[in-house]
T-cell receptor
Framework: EDKVVQSPLSLVVHEGDTVTLNCSYE??????LLWYKQEKKAPTFLFML????IEKKSGRLSSILDKKELFSILNITATQTGDSAVYLC???????????FGTGTRLQVFP | EPEVTQTPSHQVTQMGQEVILRCVPI?????FYWYRQILGQKVEFLVS????????KSEIFDDQFSVERPDGSNFTLKIRSTKLEDSAMYFC?????????????FGPGTRLTVL
């Protein structure tokens, strides 16, 4: 059965800290991995990764995929209170376009 | 920036009643999806829709559920006879402009409460 596991489940940091969120997966015939940020309601798209070793970057956020070890990390540097959210990882197998989500990592950033 | 919209934001209904959740996907997208998230649980795939037909559905999407694209802009999810366990946040998503599914963009969700 296809599975996505995220760790840690929860993380509390202070503004300015750097955090690393982990996502490991088991999926038959991997196609892509996506990261979303979920604040109050809708998951907001952050990154889509399809190739190993190529870092995607947007401001203070970056992400990389390792298809050999079947995981991805999401890094947030110089965290701000506005980064507080649940970060969701999802994978898409080949021959389908459904997203298989992990449980998410709840990040709380305190001033 | 184009976005997916959903109405209503919150729907309260009695068990056994029919509900219709509405979505307006991003205008040039071709693939449409419904997901749900029961409180405290993972986001779960329900159904995908392309070219006016269901392309894939999950085990959750049984005969009580149906989807429709009644016109060129709306995409609806109908639950015929709601159960208590249907209480969840329902998200609509859309993707793809070139005939290939791509990044899925989510709407703000409809919170369904079944009493």
């Amino acid at each position: 059965e296809d599975k996505v596991v995220q760790s840690p489940l929860s993380l509390v940091v202070h503004e300015g800290d750097t955090v690393t969120l982990n996502c490991s997966y088991e999926v038959t015939n991997f196609r892509s991995l996506l990261w979303y940020k979920q604040e109050k309601k809708a998951p907001t798209f952050l990154f889509m990764l399809t190739s190993s070793g190529i870092e995607k970057k947007s401001g203070r956020l970056s992400s990389i995929l390792d298809k050999k070890e079947l995981f991805s990390i999401l890094n947030i540097t110089a965290t701000q209170t506005g980064d507080s959210a649940v970060y969701l990882c999802a994978v898409v197998p080949l021959n389908t376009d459904k997203l298989i989500f992990g449980t998410g990592t709840r990040l709380q950033v305190f001033p | 920036e184009p976005e997916v919209t959903q109405t209503p934001s919150h729907q309260v209904t009695q068990m056994g009643q029919e509900v219709i959740l509405r979505c307006v996907p991003i205008s040039n997208h071709l693939y449409f999806y419904w997901y749900r998230q029961i409180l405290g649980q993972k986001v779960e795939f329900l159904v995908s829709f392309y070219n006016n037909e269901i392309s894939e559905k999950s085990e959750i999407f049984d005969d009580q559920f149906s989807v429709e694209r009644p016109d060129g802009s709306n995409f609806t999810l109908k639950i015929r006879s709601t159960k208590l366990e249907d209480s969840a946040m329902y998200f609509c998503a859309s993707s793809g402009t070139s005939g290939v599914p791509d990044t899925q963009y989510f709407g703000p969700g409809t919170r369904l409460t079944v009493l």
